[in-house]
C-alpha cells in the first residue's frame, strides 16, 4: 500500500486479557519496528525486524510482549496478560533496509487496558 | 531510555513568525532526524541530517547539526497554522534503533 496500515486503530482490552495489534508496512520495505509512546512521551523501540527475523528486540519490556512478522511483511505485536501500564500508542514503521533512512511511520494503535 | 532532549518544552508563535527547538544528545550518532506528530498519533519523517552534515534545508525547514556540542536544531520560517504540531528529534545511533526526545509542543496562533 501506500502508507503503513496499522489495525485496529484503538483497542480497549480488560486487564489480564491477550491483545493482537497488527501492522501492513509499504510493499517493499524490508525493515518493520515497533514503538511505544506513552502519553507526554517520545516513542520508545520495542523491537526491530530485518525480513522474518527480529533482528534486535532488547526494547521489549517483558516476556509478555512478543512480536512475528512470519513472511517478511505483516507484522503483529502480540501481548498476553494485559496490564493498565501497558496503556499506550503502538507505532509501527518500515523503511528500506535499515541504513540511515528516514521511517514512515503508521498512524499507530492506541491501547487501552481497562 | 531516551536519548534526545528538545528545548523547549512548548511554544507558541503569530503565524509567520519563525519557529526554533533545540535537541541535544548524549551519545555519538550516525544521524539525527526530525519527526512532526499530529494529534499524539503518526510520526512524519522531515528531515535526516548525517554526522557528517552541519546543515540541511527542506522548503522552510533548516536543520543544524554541532557534533562537538551534541546538540541540533529546526528552523521553522514563516509559519502556518498547519505546522501546529509537536516536533521530536530521533537519534539514530546504529542504522535502525532510534531514540526520540519528549519533544517540543508547538502552537502557530492566527
Known amino acids: 500500500g501506500a502508507g503503513v496500515s496499522q489495525t485496529p486503530s484503538n483497542k480497549v482490552t480488560e486487564k489480564g486479557k491477550y491483545v493482537e495489534l497488527r501492522c501492513d508496512p509499504i510493499?517493499?520495505?524490508?525493515?518493520l519496528y515497533w514503538y511505544r509512546q506513552s502519553l507526554g512521551q517520545g516513542p520508545e523501540f520495542l523491537i526491530y525486524?530485518?525480513?522474518?527475523?527480529?533482528?534486535?528486540d532488547s526494547g521489549l519490556p517483558n516476556d509478555r510482549f512478543f512480536a512475528v512478522r512470519p513472511e517478511g511483511s505483516v507484522s503483529t505485536l502480540k501481548i498476553q496478560r494485559t496490564e493498565r501500564g501497558d496503556s499506550a500508542v503502538y507505532l509501527c514503521?518500515?523503511?528500506?533496509?535499515?541504513?540511515?533512512?528516514?521511517?514512515?511511520f503508521g498512524s499507530g494503535t492506541r491501547l487501552t487496558v481497562v | 531510555s531516551q536519548q534526545g532532549e528538545e528545548d523547549p518544552q512548548a511554544l507558541s508563535i503569530q503565524e509567520g513568525e519563525n519557529a526554533t527547538m533545540n535537541c541535544s544528545y548524549k551519545?555519538?550518532?550516525?544521524?539525527l532526524q526530525w519527526y512532526r506528530q499530529n494529534s499524539g498519533r503518526g510520526l512524519v519523517h522531515l528531515i535526516l541530517?548525517?554526522?557528517?552534515?552541519r546543515e540541511k534545508h527542506s522548503g522552510r525547514l533548516r536543520v543544524t547539526l554541532d557534533t562537538s556540542k551534541k546538540s541540533s536544531s529546526l528552523l521553522i520560517t514563516a509559519s502556518r497554522a498547519a505546522d501546529t504540531a509537536s516536533y521530536f528529534c530521533?537519534?539514530?545511533?546504529?542504522?535502525?534503533?532510534?531514540?526520540f526526545g519528549a519533544g517540543t509542543t508547538v502552537t502557530v496562533r492566527a
Open positions: 514503521a518500515s523503511s528500506l533496509r535499515g541504513q540511515g533512512h528516514g521511517y514512515t
Open positions: 525486524f530485518q525480513g522474518t527475523g527480529a533482528a534486535d
Open positions: 530521533a537519534t539514530d545511533l546504529n542504522d535502525y534503533k532510534l531514540s
Open positions: 551519545t555519538s550518532i550516525n544521524n
Open positions: 510493499s517493499g520495505h524490508t525493515a
Open positions: 541530517i548525517r554526522s557528517n552534515e
